[in-house]
């Protein structure tokens, strides 16, 4: 990952293949319906042998990670 150049970061025909593909297979050794893969600007779903890919906005991303990790916590309540 280019931080200092996200554009350079792109999921791309280069590398999405190498991407989804171990993607896949983590999914598959955990037996999981759906992944994501974090982006810094672009989004898209695809379904792959019966798998879900988000390709996610990463701000977007870790929102959602955050609420449903912390939203039912005793210790921390946040407004939406």
Known sequence: MNIKNPTKSKLNEGNKGREVDGLIEALAT???PEGLILTFNQQDILKIYGKTIKAVLL?????DYYYK???NSC????PR
């Open 30 to 32: 955990f037996d999981l």
């Open 59 to 63: 701000g977007d991303g870790l929102k």
């Open 69 to 71: 990790v912390f939203s």
């Open 75 to 78: 210790f921390l309540s946040l």
